[in-house]
T-cell receptor
Framework: KQEVTQIPAALSVPEGENLVLNCSFT??????LQWFRQDPGKGLTSLLL?????REQTSGRLNASLDKSSGRSTLYIAASQPGDSATYLC????????????FGTGTQLKVEL | GAVVSQHPSRVICKSGTSVKIECRSL??????MFWYRQFPKQSLMLMAT?????????EQGVEKDKFLINHASLTLSTLTVTSAHPEDSSFYIC????????????FGSGTRLTVV
């Protein structure tokens, strides 16, 4: 059974700092990995999607990497801003044609002025 | 991009009544939609996979008769919480995948259900 863990569970940083969020998964047979952002009381917004054959994806100040063999992904946020404050979730889609996503436990980020 | 609309965003109901939550794919067709439940400060737990024109597939431990799912068209899935109890109070989120898109999942904005 796939298990997805995110470290740290919570993080508070001053504005402008670069930061890294970690996601690890136990079964490396994944189809892809997706990073989401969730604001309080809201749904999920997709940030980046990395296919299993890819090593990284970038969008603006965000960069996500994937090391499938070691079961790890990182989300790098450059020059953090208060608007980045949210909960960040990673989710893996099983390989072999599966449709289901398995979500991580989330990292609650607070960027302070 | 792919958009999933979920209604209502908030609902308060009395114990024993039923509540229906709608999930619509606005600009794409979704043969499969997913329903999740999220408890405070916890991650999303998949409840069931909704299949257009056929029965939903429920995850282990999820009561089929309590959480009725109907996926009658390629753009609409509904989740009905029947005979609701306070312990059903939670945040429910649906998602779907646009097969014509970059293979990612799009999520609705969620429904906060409070049973009093």
């Amino acid at each position: 059974k796939q298990e997805v863990t995110q470290i740290p569970a919570a993080l508070s940083v001053p504005e402008g700092e670069n930061l890294v969020l970690n996601c690890s998964f136990t079964d490396s047979a994944i189809y892809n990995l997706q990073w989401f952002r969730q604001d309080p009381g809201k749904g999920l917004t997709s940030l980046l999607l990395i296919q299993s054959s890819q090593r990284e994806q970038t969008s603006g100040r965000l960069n996500a990497s994937l090391d499938k063999s070691s079961g790890r992904s990182t989300l790098y946020i450059a020059a953090s801003q208060p608007g980045d404050s949210a909960t960040y979730l990673c989710a893996v889609r099983r390989g072999g044609g599966g449709n289901k996503l398995t979500f991580g436990t989330g990292t609650q980020l607070k960027v302070e002025l | 991009g792919a958009v999933v609309s979920q209604h209502p965003s908030r609902v308060i109901c009395k114990s024993g009544t039923s509540v229906k939550i709608e999930c619509r794919s606005l600009d794409f067709q979704a043969t499969t939609m997913f329903w999740y439940r999220q408890f405070p400060k916890q991650s999303l737990m998949l409840m069931a996979t909704s299949n257009e024109g056929s029965k939903a597939t429920y995850e282990q431990g999820v009561e089929k008769d309590k959480f009725l799912i109907n996926h009658a068209s390629l753009t609409l899935s509904t989740l009905t919480v029947t005979s609701a109890h306070p312990e059903d109070s939670s945040f429910y989120i649906c998602s779907a995948r646009d097969r014509g898109g970059p293979y990612g999942y799009t999520f609705g904005s969620g429904t906060r259900l409070t049973v009093v």
